[in-house]
């Protein structure tokens, strides 16, 4: 909650509003486990101090959220972001895909990490939103909005994704979005093209690359 009283003390900073969204953002981002309900009230507590659309944004999803059975919540999650590759939460997918610069495009996000003086998560690829947004909320939000103003389009993919699926994530990655500059008309252009054409592939020398997209869930998790 130090972040919330940082809020407190900068009361009307984009900055510090932008922060909020974002930790809101990478909390209602992750696996819907035993310990959803208690996040879902430090979301709660963070909308009351974002305001405007964001929050209304934030708190659709909150709602629906809070609406499921925690079984039917942890299925809905599955099925959203680990069966459906379009859903995909891994940044550098959309616009490396399976090739070799996927490498080289995660190193970015992991060299960011390092020279904000952290490391990047073991358990996790160093692309993947929530962490993208955990990191832009608590660590380095300079390094972190840039992050995720560079990687604006696979964003506005999966929100499109999202929102075609009906699913209440879409409000969250909506959320996301209030908080970069507006897409330009190259950047709307490019996501349509990624939608439809998928992300780039490469298959010759290529060897089989060590992170599954979706990522395949352990039983219990």
Not at 39 to 66: K, N, Q
Not at 136 to 162: N, S
Request: with cysteine; proline share 8%; net charge positive.
């Amino acid at each position: 909650m130090r972040l919330l009283a940082q809020v407190r003390r900068s009361a009307g900073h984009r900055t510090m509003r932008d922060r909020l969204v974002w930790q809101a953002a990478s909390l209602l981002l992750a696996y819907p486990d035993s310990h959803l309900a208690e996040r879902l009230d430090t979301v709660g507590e963070f909308v009351d101090h974002i305001g405007g659309p964001a929050a209304a944004l934030l708190r659709r999803t909150v709602s629906a959220l809070r609406a499921l059975e925690p079984m039917a919540a942890a299925t809905g999650y599955v099925e959203t972001f680990d069966m459906r590759r379009r859903n995909t939460m891994y940044l550098t997918y959309w616009t490396a895909g399976d090739t070799r610069n996927r490498g080289r495009a995660m190193l970015a996000f992991a060299t960011a990490y390092r020279d904000a003086g952290v490391e990047p998560p073991r358990a996790e690829a160093p692309d993947y939103l929530p962490v993208v947004l955990e990191f832009a909320a608590t660590v380095d939000p300079d390094a972190g909005r840039r992050l995720l103003i560079e990687h604006r389009v696979p964003i506005d993919v999966l929100r499109e994704a999202l929102a075609d699926a009906k699913s209440p994530y879409q409000h969250t990655i909506a959320a996301v979005c209030e908080t970069l500059p507006p897409a330009t008309d190259q950047e709307a252009r490019r996501a349509q093209r990624l939608a439809h054409a998928g992300p780039p592939t490469e298959s010759v020398g290529l060897q089989p690359f060590t992170l599954t997209v979706p990522p395949k869930r352990t039983k219990g998790a």
